[in-house]
């Protein structure tokens, strides 16, 4: 295995990768990017990745992962909201499609603009979700058209967390998730495109537990090899989560099987179909020792090798790392980029390159 920095700055808390392999061969990874407001929260022990200067950065390499090119900051979408947990695709026809969420945030005396229960920041602001959003680029990365509102009903604050996934018919899916205030358990839909990524809607339920114990959040989307679909899910009581679930569908993300945990511990997860058939599944392991690890599934996701659970970094210095993308060359090296730290705190984006066994 090879570890290599994408992006480290000590004036920045760099996280939440995600990454795509275009059709020119060319590498781009797009990451969570804040300065001193989120710096300061992790040296005050507070790292809750709630900041209105968070924004869209990105980065590209032309050889396979082994260099990046300087980072491209993107200009807010609102000067007032933080953009959270984007995600990159190519769409068949050359499209760049980002997906995010944003935080809106606001002083203390005007909490009360903000359409739900907000969250307090550690320096007396609030913030609260405004729901999902994506921009689209059809000139390779050179400009980027105004940022577009997903229809996220039934959940009027949702997240999304993975990459839309693009069918064989055109069709855009976006996993999303969100509690029903004044509930904390999350419920996770998908929702659909049909124009490239123009406009948004028609909610399909993936998961939602009626009893509101177990919340199910930042579903990861993938085709399998056999033509269905996956969703594997963060899951747990709030705060609390543990094994990975997922599902299946097999009309299109219209409806959706019966959750089934799996065996793989840690969150979130990205699901990657390999060259070979096989299913690589990889996540956040965020107890000790914290790192990233993968897992291989030779049926489609029903099953996953976890006797032969494949670490890729177990070196890091908390629980606020992870959120791992990968992709595949095609000579089969995978590259699985994320976030992690060690004991000078500076949260980076680093790549492996590796090749599963």
Known sequence: MEHIIVYKDEGAYSCFPGLVRRRNGELWLVFRHAGAFSVQAVRMGKYDHVDKGARIAYSRSVDDGRTWTPITILPPSDPECGEQ??????????TLLINFFRWRGGPEQEKHRLPFPAYHLYDGSWADVEGPWVIRSRDDGRSWEP???VDSSPLPRAGTADAVLELPDGTLLMGIY???????VCTSYV????????????????ARDPEERISFEEPALARTPAGHLIAVLRAGEPRNYQYLYRAFSYDGGRTWTELEPTPMWGHPA????LADGRLLCTYGYRRPPFGVRACLSEDNGRTWDIEHEIILRDDGASRDIGYPSSAQLPDGTILTAYYIHGED????IAVTRWVAP
């Open 191 to 206: 929702v659909r495109s049909t124009d490239g990524g123009r406009t948004w809607g028609n909610a399909s339920l993936i």
């Open 270 to 273: 990205h699901v990657l179909p």
């Open 178 to 184: 969100g509690a029903h205030y004044p509930s904390r």
């Open 345 to 348: 705190l500076i949260r980076h």
């Open 147 to 149: 940022p577009v509102r």
């Open 85 to 94: 947990d984007c995600s990159i695709t190519e769409l068949h026809d050359g």
